[in-house]
């Protein structure tokens, strides 16, 4: 939660007649503020931010809402007004001009995207964020399915897992299950796929692998809709993406020689591999340090490239096709030629990157326009 904003307290006007993801418009509105640090004003004469809870608001309104100078009103995807940030003092009449459906006299109506702008530098996506009414219960967990997804990420997932993964997301919800326990069962199916890879039982290894990946996806789709998710579910997350694909591109390797086909390299290939992630994510470590934006982000052809550079998801495809084919021992080998290509790509776009930091600030293509 962020600091709390000083001298901002809102007042949550009404209901939606529907509750997205089991979470109706005021408690899930209630839980935005909270985590921004806005605090609860016990009746509208006493608030500077006044919102109807029957509209659904993307992530980056309210906070925004709450930073813009009183007289600020906001308009739904309708048109209509639906929030103001007013000065102390005014909270009970824009309340009575909000339950009228009219903004207050004087005040700067805005859309959300002319209010929060449309890059979502988290998400690595640009698009209009959502501010809609809560009629309709279908169409308000799609907006939030579609505004939770990462705009740039690997071709698996954003191609192939978006739909089963919203019907996974809603049945969650549904059943209550949490973001957290996702995660832990993602760490079993990690944990299952190593064993399975390093006794050369391909098949089910890499049934247990895409598994995990797509319940990775839904687990911080979870915690996105639901606002659900925790500081020590984000670590363990974020920790597992980063540490297991190493192990199981080594347990691969293994697997190779217990099915009596040993790679008979000394390790060349796994070590290219391994040497290959880990250097390319101190690529990006220093991109972002260097420049403050990620290296996927930083133009359009860097974001084409994430689709298919050398990560988990690509990599499970190459290896795939591999077995299907009958040959797991050269699959392993390709991953370590991609790798190492992708490993070159990278290190030519941190020196244009640089060079065209002589000539101005880098910037993300998503940022632009």
């Known amino acids: 939660m962020e600091p709390e904003r000083s001298g901002v307290e809102a007042a949550i ?32 004469e006493r608030a500077t931010l006044i919102l109807s809870g029957d509209r659904l608001y993307g992530a980056a309104i309210p906070g925004a809402l709450a930073d813009a100078p009183p007289g600020t ?49 988290t998400l690595r996506k640009r698009a209009d964020p959502v501010v809609m009414p809560l009629t309709d219960r279908d169409a308000a967990e799609r907006a939030l399915y579609a505004a939770a997804y990462k705009g740039v990420t690997d071709l698996v997932t954003k191609h192939v897992w978006p739909a089963p993964a919203l019907a996974a997301t809603r049945l969650c919800a549904r059943l209550g299950i949490t973001p957290n326990q996702v995660t832990w069962a993602s760490v079993i199916l990690t944990v299952l796929a190593f064993w399975l890879f390093w006794r050369g039982d391909f098949l089910p290894g890499l049934a247990a692998a895409w598994a995990m990946t797509f319940l990775d996806t839904v687990d911080g789709k979870l915690a996105r809709v639901t606002l659900g998710g925790s500081r020590f579910g984000d670590v363990l997350d974020h920790g597992l993406d980063l540490v297991h694909p190493p192990f199981w591109w080594w347990a691969w390797g293994v697997g190779c020689a217990a099915a009596g086909d040993p790679l008979g390299d000394g390790g060349l290939t ?94 993300s293509w998503l940022a632009e326009g």
Not at 14 to 38: H, K, T
Not at 84 to 104: F, N, S, T
Not at 294 to 313: C, G, I, K, Q, Y
Not at 344 to 351: D, K, M, N
Request: hydrophobic residues 50%; charged residues 25%; proline residues 4%.
């Open 13 to 44: 006007l009404g209901d939606g007649a529907v509750a997205p993801f089991g979470l109706g418009g005021r408690e899930r509105l209630r839980r935005q503020l909270s985590r921004l640090g806005v605090a609860s004003a016990d009746a509208p």
């Open 73 to 121: 009103a906001l308009l739904d995807d309708a048109g209509r007004p639906c929030a103001v940030r007013v000065a102390p003092g005014e909270g009970a009449a824009a309340a009575e001009a909000l339950a009228d459906g009219r903004a207050p006299e004087g005040s700067r109506a805005m859309t959300g995207r002319e209010l929060a702008g449309r890059h979502d530098a």
């Open 270 to 363: 796994v070590g290219v591999i391994v040497a290959g992630y880990v250097l390319q994510r101190g690529e990006e470590g220093l991109f972002l340090a260097r420049h403050g934006i990620e290296m996927h982000v930083w133009r359009r052809f860097d974001s084409l490239f994430r689709l298919v550079t050398a990560r988990r998801n690509p990599n499970l495809l190459i290896l795939s096709v591999a077995v299907l084919l009958g040959a797991p021992r050269e699959g392993l080998i390709a991953v370590a030629v991609w790798t190492a290509l992708c490993f070159g790509v990278h290190a030519v776009r941190i020196v244009q990157a640089e060079l065209a930091r002589r000539r101005g600030r880098v910037v």
